[in-house]
């Protein structure tokens, strides 16, 4: 069975493998006090050129997500985020469950636009009874987005300046960073983010790490006790070695980047092959993601020797799925999916 479905279905790359091994019997404080901790976060701060920024580990996305939002909004403060936004749709209410409405707005292809954001803040103060709605106390994005689509570094500029102008954080949830830094189609780099946005996170889990998201707070402006905010929720991680180790591997000698890369390269060559063999594509995704409107008719023998990603149903006799390439995805499985879809 070819598996497509997602870019986490692998444990980990084998170097991050090899250096768990090495410092499995070492003992090492917890809760992310150890040195390989520190030296991960030493290099993604040189990494987004902030040496003021504060990092932190994390488990996984929707950890992340819940934790950030409910430590930089208030009580009464909603999160802005485009109707497909991940925490709007694929995280069982997690944000809501720590009381914070998302407030969602129409996106075109999973993006946000600046325009949009500011109307939804203006019309929000310009109604009498504000005082009495949930306020947007922060904006939220993913790069790449649901859809594998990207901000580019000029929309990128607008939503920071929107933000800072109504004053509130931009968020930027970066569960598939990597992808999104190593497209050939981007003209956003590493820093570019930490300058834009007031916090954003490294995925791990979904490149190449067995668990793990890299949070940064590139101005210094982490929360006051997030530690402890961290432990509230239940994310806290005693053994906190365990992203510790493997982010210091990711961001030694550019491993991040260069398996990132494989993702994307592995997705150009299923580009091609979709387009030789005549299907339609959703949209145009520049990243590991890959969107394809497929008959309702091939997707039951296809589903016996691929598994896929369901997104949404397109008319009666089409489907909109996913195939999704990683940072192991081989060119062998390509050419093997390639021989599934000629045979259906």
């Known amino acids: 069975m070819l598996n497509f479905a997602s870019d986490y279905t692998e444990g980990c790359h084998p170097e991050l493998l090899r250096r768990l091994c090495e410092s499995n019997m070492e003992q090492l404080g917890g809760y992310g006090t150890d040195h390989y901790t520190a030296s991960a976060a030493e290099k993604i701060r040189q990494e987004v050129g902030r040496p003021e920024a504060a990092v932190y580990f994390l488990s996984g996305g929707t950890q992340t997500n819940q934790v950030v939002i409910d430590s930089m909004t208030e009580s009464y403060e909603g999160v802005i985020s485009a109707a497909t936004g991940h925490i709007a749709v694929h995280e069982a209410g997690a944000i809501e469950y720590s009381g914070h409405k998302v407030l969602t707005l129409p996106g075109r292809e999973g993006k946000l636009s600046a325009a949009e954001v500011r109307r939804f803040i203006d019309a929000f103060y310009a109604d009498g009874n504000y005082e009495h709605m949930v306020f947007p106390g922060m904006v939220y994005i993913s790069q790449p987005t649901e859809y594998g689509t990207l901000y580019s570094r000029q929309e990128l500029t607008a939503l920071s300046e929107v933000?800072?102008?109504?004053?509130?954080?931009?968020?930027?949830?970066?569960?598939?960073?990597?992808?999104?830094?190593?497209?050939?189609?981007?003209?956003?780099?590493?820093?570019?983010?930490?300058?834009?946005?007031?916090?954003?996170?490294?995925?791990?889990?979904?490149?190449?790490?067995?668990?793990?998201?890299?949070?940064?707070?590139?101005?210094?402006?982490m929360p006051r006790h997030f530690l402890t905010l961290v432990k509230q929720h239940g994310a806290l991680l005693a053994k906190g070695r365990l992203h510790g180790v493997q982010f210091d591997a990711l961001f030694t000698d550019g491993l991040y980047f260069r398996i990132a890369r494989n993702a994307i390269e592995r997705a150009e060559e299923l580009k091609a092959v979709l387009r030789e063999l005549g299907f339609r594509f959703y949209l145009d995704s520049p990243t590991n993601q890959q969107f394809v409107i497929f008959p309702n008719e091939k997707l039951g023998r296809l589903g016996e020797q691929v598994l896929y990603g369901y997104m949404e149903a397109y008319d009666a006799e089409h489907t909109v799925i996913r195939f999704c390439t990683s940072w192991a995805t081989t060119e062998e499985q390509i050419a093997a999916l390639r021989r599934v879809l000629e045979s259906l």
């Open 163 to 221: 933000c800072r102008e109504k004053h509130v954080p931009l968020f930027l949830d970066g569960a598939r960073l990597g992808y999104a830094l190593e497209s050939r189609e981007t003209d956003v780099a590493l820093r570019d983010i930490a300058a834009l946005c007031d916090v954003f996170y490294i995925g791990g889990t979904k490149v190449g790490a067995l668990s793990g998201e890299a949070v940064v707070f590139p101005k210094g402006n």
